[in-house]
């Protein structure tokens, strides 16, 4: 179980950070697109989108990295950790993809 929340985890982040990218790059005439998570429009607004993009990243594999080498916690207090985190990402997903169909952009960054 802690494996497939480990790559649910992955490729959640990857989907999220891509739809966050194709959200905030640009303004969209008549809208007014920003990122939900406070901590993280405070990293974009220090260091830039693809900054604050890439530190997310880093700090995300970092973070799983440790989860899974500690040996503080046992298998279940990891998978029920990764589960809340890959729920939470799905859902960050969910909702920039129902804006990216809002704004009429292209999912493949397109356009």
Partial sequence: MLRIFTILTFL???ADHWTTYLC????????DVVEANPVVDWLFQRVGLL????IDSVVTVAA???????QRF???T???FLALITASTGYAVVNNLQAIAALGISPMGVG
């Fill in 64 to 70: 799983i990295a440790f989860l899974l080498l500690t």
């Fill in 51 to 54: 900054g604050g993009l890439a």
């Fill in 74 to 76: 046992g298998a279940l």
């Fill in 12 to 14: 959640l982040t990857s």
């Fill in 24 to 31: 905030l790059r640009a303004p969209v005439q008549g809208w």
């Fill in 78 to 80: 990891k998978s029920c």
